[in-house]
């Protein structure tokens, strides 16, 4: 008599395959398949741009009507042309003087976030972050030695910014990220969020000494440094704009194009590289992006803390724990809770205009300790 087969359970598989299937080495490693960017999301980063960047170019020491400035700025465009009612010197505040530190916010905004996000998912840490991992001190440091060895030319920091200071930032920036890094690891393999900052503010602390030796040497420097320290979008043009455009480009188009990458490191190395991935060589690549980005952010509105924080972790919250909208919603949030930040800078105390790395302060260091007491339940 024939033995008859066992039963067949009627529940799926681990992971939702179906039953008495193996596991092939294409099949998610986790529950669930992360949900990618919504419509709706995108939709509304990118009308909070647009909010923000009104506002930047409406509010001020002279407000304008938002009305108004819309329709100026519209008549930047090829063929528009419309009556907006402001007077020739309103017009050019807005033009000339307001549209490049918007935009300026905007860019470098996005550029913390994006970076933040982007540091987070490598080390699969939701404290990781430019300011708190030491990468905006070791740029700080690179720009200090441009500033007070005079490469540029100039000891203006807000102005005419030497071509040099962005490759500055960025040597200081990929050598701070790594020695924290290598820090963090080196009690072995399993870096705890606490030791990771820890690490931080160790290599932080590291530069910081560096930079005070540094102004100590060149003390008619330190009034440029200091007030470049504070954080700052003051610009006379679009030099500062052009200036980091090319980097930010590089940066948004490297991270974003790798953003599902992060999303298999986060199941851990060996699965990812049983999936065809080269952890190392992604985390190496995908770390030079963001401290590059970082960098071009420092190189010219200073240390602002925070902003890598705030906009990931909140978006994360909000919209999914998928690199693949973290990444590109952080690039327009970042942009925005920039802009919005700097309104609040240049009207709080009008006409005294309060350095912006003060106001994100304000808000980032309340909100990290938030984070730091939930890093146990949302780190993976």
Same mark, same amino acid.
């Given at each position: 008599?024939?033995?008859?087969?066992?039963?067949?359970?009627?529940?799926?598989?681990?992971?939702?395959?179906?039953?008495?299937?193996?596991?092939?080495?294409?099949?998610?490693?986790?529950?669930?398949?992360?949900?990618?960017?919504?419509?709706?999301?995108?939709?509304?980063?990118?009308?909070?741009?647009?909010?923000?960047?009104?506002?930047?170019?409406?509010?001020?020491?002279?407000?304008?009507?938002?009305?108004?400035?819309?329709?100026?700025?519209?008549?930047?465009?090829?063929?528009?042309?419309?009556?907006?009612?402001?007077?020739?010197?309103?017009?050019?505040?807005?033009?000339?003087?307001?549209?490049?530190?918007?935009?300026?916010?905007?860019?470098?905004?996005?550029?913390?976030?994006?970076?933040?996000?982007?540091?987070?998912?490598?080390?699969?840490?939701?404290?990781?972050?430019?300011?708190?991992?030491?990468?905006?001190?070791?740029?700080?440091?690179?720009?200090?030695?441009?500033?007070?060895?005079?490469?540029?030319?100039?000891?203006?920091?807000?102005?005419?910014?030497?071509?040099?200071?962005?490759?500055?930032?960025?040597?200081?920036?990929?050598?701070?990220?790594?020695?924290?890094? /290598? &820090? $963090?690891? %080196?009690?072995? +393999?399993?870096?705890? *969020?606490?030791? !990771?900052?820890?690490? #931080?503010?160790?290599?932080?602390?590291?530069?910081?000494?560096?930079?005070?030796?540094?102004?100590?040497?060149?003390?008619?420097?330190?009034?440029?440094?200091?007030?470049?320290?504070?954080?700052?979008?003051?610009?006379?043009?679009?030099?500062?704009?052009?200036?980091?455009?090319?980097?930010?480009?590089?940066?948004?188009?490297?991270?974003?194009?790798?953003?599902?990458?992060?999303?298999?490191?986060?199941?851990?190395?060996?699965?990812?590289?049983?999936?065809?991935?080269?952890?190392?060589?992604?985390?190496?690549?995908?770390?030079?992006?963001?401290?590059?980005?970082?960098?071009?952010?420092?190189?010219?509105?200073?240390?602002?803390?925070?902003?890598?924080?705030?906009?990931?972790?909140?978006?994360? /919250? &909000? $919209?999914? %724990?998928?690199? +693949?909208?973290?990444? *590109?919603?952080? !690039?327009?949030?970042? #942009?925005?809770?920039?802009?919005?930040?700097?309104?609040?800078?240049?009207?709080?105390?009008?006409?005294?205009?309060?350095?912006?790395?003060?106001?994100?302060?304000?808000?980032?260091?309340?909100?990290?300790?938030?984070?730091?007491?939930?890093?146990?339940?949302?780190?993976?």
């Amino acid at each position: 008599m024939p033995t008859p087969a066992p039963p067949r359970s009627d529940r799926p598989g681990p992971a939702g395959r179906p039953p008495g299937r193996r596991r092939d080495r294409t099949d998610p490693v986790r529950p669930g398949r992360p949900a990618g960017l919504r419509p709706r999301w995108l939709l509304l980063g990118v009308l909070s741009v647009l909010v923000a960047g009104l506002a930047g170019l409406a509010f001020g020491p002279v407000s304008l009507p938002p009305g108004s400035v819309a329709l100026e700025v519209a008549n930047l465009l090829p063929g528009v042309h419309l009556r907006s009612g402001l007077t020739e010197q309103e017009a050019a505040i807005v033009t000339q003087l307001r549209l490049p530190r918007v935009v300026l916010g905007l860019l470098v905004g996005g550029m913390l976030a994006l970076a933040g996000g982007c540091y987070q998912g490598v080390f699969r840490n939701p404290l990781a972050d430019p300011h708190l991992l030491g990468v905006a001190a070791g740029a700080g440091l690179g720009v200090t030695v441009v500033i007070t060895l005079r490469l540029g030319g100039t000891g203006d920091v807000t102005a005419d910014l030497p071509a040099t200071v962005p490759l500055a930032a960025f040597v200081g920036a990929t050598g701070a990220v790594l020695l924290t890094y /290598l &820090l $963090g690891a %080196a009690g072995g +393999r399993d870096r705890s *969020p606490a030791t !990771l900052i820890l690490a #931080g503010v160790a290599v932080s602390a590291f530069l910081a000494a560096g930079q005070t030796y540094l102004l100590q040497r060149h003390a008619d420097a330190i009034r440029e440094v200091y007030s470049w320290l504070l954080g700052r979008l003051a610009t006379a043009g679009w030099h500062d704009v052009l200036l980091v455009l090319p980097y930010a480009a590089v940066t948004a188009v490297v991270v974003l194009a790798h953003r599902r990458e992060l999303d298999v490191l986060s199941v851990g190395d060996d699965e990812a590289a049983s999936l065809g991935l080269h952890p190392q060589r992604s985390r190496y690549l995908l770390v030079a992006a963001a401290s590059l980005g970082t960098a071009a952010a420092v190189s010219v509105s200073g240390l602002i803390g925070f902003v890598g924080l705030i906009v990931p972790h909140t978006v994360r /919250l &909000l $919209g999914g %724990a998928s690199y +693949r909208s973290i990444l *590109p919603l952080s !690039l327009l949030f970042g #942009g925005a809770f920039l802009a919005l930040t700097d309104v609040l800078a240049r009207t709080a105390a009008a006409p005294v205009e309060i350095p912006i790395g003060v106001v994100t302060a304000f808000f980032g260091a309340p909100f990290f300790v938030l984070v730091l007491r939930t890093a146990k339940r949302v780190l993976t």
